[in-house]
């Protein structure tokens, strides 16, 4: 099986304050969804009031980015059987939230 991020940018979900929790209860339906199919890795969003920040090997911490590495938005990690079943996923998550979804497969951990 592989693990697979469902995810979007914030900017992407064009939707009122009003539709939110509408949204969100149709978002965390999928996650329940998936997790009772038991393909839930793992979901959430990212906190944009906490600023990102980057890590040197020596422990030094900077605010200055990769250049377009800005992470943003929700995501929900799955561990499938085929691409496929990811499509699948991506499409109900895509539904829920409402906006089109970024699909990447992990690669193999040999660790676990």
Partial sequence: ?????????SAAM???QAELPA????????VE???RDGVYAFAGGIHEGVDSVRVGADGTVSSELYPDSRVTGGFTALELLTLADAFEWASRMASAC??????RGFMYDQTN
């Fill in 23 to 30: 949204v969100g209860n149709a978002a965390r339906a999928v």
């Fill in 98 to 103: 409402p906006c089109d979804q970024e699909l």
């Fill in 33 to 35: 969804q998936a997790k």
């Fill in 1 to 9: 099986m592989t693990k697979y991020l469902i995810s979007f940018p």
């Fill in 14 to 16: 064009q939707v009122s």
